[in-house]
């Protein structure tokens, strides 16, 4: 079992930045894949960035170039440059393991407004 915890999420004003955290209860060196979804009102979750154990990263083209995902071993960072109100949501963390299972973080929200 792994325990996810996100933080930096808040209010932030269009063309701002934020960075948020996912805190793992224990190392995640090994898992296959580690990604950011997010949930607008009314929408349905969307992956937004994620990167694979051997580096290999994707972004949902409405972020490339300006979010920004990395890891070390117990943490997931996804780096928000550029905010726009369009951006605001629920943002989670997903961790996937080579044998499929699932965890996901409580979610964090990030407001984007003026």
């Known amino acids: 079992q792994v325990q996810l915890v996100e933080s930096g999420g808040g209010l932030v004003q269009p063309g701002g930045s934020l960075r948020l955290s996912c805190a793992a209860s224990?190392?995640?060196?090994?898992?296959?894949?580690m990604g950011w979804y997010r949930r607008a009102p009314g929408k349905q979750r969307e992956l937004v960035a994620s990167i694979i154990s051997g580096g290999s990263t994707y972004y949902e083209d409405s972020v490339k170039g300006r979010f920004t995902i990395s890891r070390d071993h117990v943490k997931v960072f996804l780096q928000m440059n550029s905010l726009k109100p369009e951006d605001t949501a629920v943002y989670y963390c997903n961790i996937r393991s080579s044998g499929g299972m699932t965890y996901w973080g409580q979610g964090t929200q990030v407001t984007v407004s003026s």
């Open positions: 224990r190392s995640i060196v090994s898992m296959y894949v």
